[in-house]
């Protein structure tokens, strides 16, 4: 399995900007893998909100994000990140990073049971 390490959440207020870090273990970027953002709110299921595919660097976004965060990756570093802009309230969650071996892609998914590799959370506070 792959390890991997979230950093970067912290609290901030509603229209502020946050980036979050996953570093996984190494080389784990030089195989194909599915990479994902996941949050949970207070009370929430577990949402999958962004996957980057190690590849080819497709990518996909959930509504609830979508033209707000990126999800991005930087293969030498071994590291996803996830820059959060325009945050409101209801972005507060854990955020976690998972990961699946995707030997070609043919869509991520956000499905929780997909994915083998879990980071332990970090979590994310929005005041309005």
């Known amino acids: 399995q792959v390890q991997l390490v979230e950093s970067g959440g912290g609290s901030v207020q509603g229209g502020g900007s946050l980036r979050l870090s996953c570093a996984a273990s190494?080389?784990?970027?030089?195989?194909?893998?599915?990479m994902a953002w996941f949050r949970q709110g207070p009370g929430q299921e577990r949402e999958g909100i962004a996957t980057?595919?190690?590849?080819?660097?497709?990518?996909y976004y959930a509504d609830s994000v979508k033209g707000r965060f990126t999800i991005s990756q930087d293969k030498p570093k071994d590291t996803m990140y996830l820059q959060m802009s325009n945050l409101n309230p209801e972005d507060t969650a854990i955020y976690y990073c998972a990961a699946k071996r995707a030997m070609y892609y043919s869509g991520c998914g956000v499905g929780v049971g997909d994915y083998q590799s879990w980071g332990q959370g970090t979590q994310v506070t929005v005041s309005s």
């Open positions: 190494t080389d784990t970027f030089r195989r194909s893998y599915c």
């Open positions: 980057i595919y190690t590849g080819g660097g497709a990518t």
